[in-house]
């Protein structure tokens, strides 16, 4: 019988193959980002799962300190080679623990990945500053395009995780009402919360047939229905 892969092996699989910089996936994180830089506060900023480092570029040159922290060695070198005035640790979400505060957090396409979104949510809330934000994006269930494969046939209902999915290491994703449940669990009180993306088809079709401004455009589309939209986000501060 093999052996239950371990947390640690598990990302360090996923790292090995990652698909966040491939295609429409790149571009929806670095709009993401762009979303995010609407709420940054202060001078210090911590990153949660930065991963290939999309998110993180734009945090390097807006924080006077940075502090970033992932699962994945393989990542956790490459992140301290490209960004060496950041701080770079690499360690489990729910094992990290730091004695400073920060005045934003962002976890970047995080609570979809982890065993216990809400815990790493509190623990987040833990690390901020007085009157400092969290910053967060996820998978929407009810995005068009899952809705319009449910219809198809090709996954039972809007929760089944893709193919794509398992690849990046989901296990989960969220709805408007489950995303806003798990954060006030978490003991943070939702400022803003919205949706970018407004995906219609699979990534496969996007990049086949769709030219870098449609794409753009759908990006953007995203932010006036959120509640359909292929990604949400929240942005929180503690209760």
């Not at 995005?143 to 990046?168: K, P, T, W, Y």
Request: charge should be negative.
């Amino acid at each position: 019988m093999t052996s239950p892969e371990t947390e640690a092996e598990r990302l360090a699989r996923i790292a090995a193959d990652s698909w966040y910089i491939r295609g429409v996936n790149e571009t929806s994180m670095r709009y993401s980002a762009r979303i995010f830089a609407r709420h940054w506060h202060g001078t210090s900023c911590l990153e949660l799962g930065p991963g290939d480092g999309l998110i993180t570029e734009l945090l390097a040159e807006r924080f006077e300190h940075l502090m970033l922290v992932d699962g994945s060695a393989s990542f956790s070198e490459k992140l301290a080679e490209r960004f060496p005035t950041a701080t770079v640790e690499t360690a489990l979400f729910e094992q990290f623990t730091t004695d400073e505060r920060f005045d934003t957090i962002v976890l970047g396409h995080v609570l979809e990945h982890v065993e216990d979104p809400v815990a790493v949510m509190a623990s987040a809330r833990s690390f901020l500053a007085p009157g400092g934000r969290v910053l967060m994006a996820v998978p929407n269930a009810r995005s068009l395009h899952r809705q319009a494969a449910v219809i198809m046939g090709l996954i039972r209902d809007e929760f089944e995780l893709s193919e794509a999915d398992v690849h990046h290491g989901h296990r989960r994703v969220y709805t408007p009402e489950t995303l806003r449940a798990d954060v006030l669990a978490a003991g943070l009180r939702i400022e803003i919360f919205g949706g970018y993306w407004l995906k219609p088809l699979a990534n496969s079709q996007l990049e086949q047939d769709w030219t870098p401004e449609m794409v753009e455009a759908f990006m953007a589309l995203g932010e006036r229905y959120p509640d359909i939209a292929g990604e949400l986000y929240v942005v929180a501060e503690a209760a």
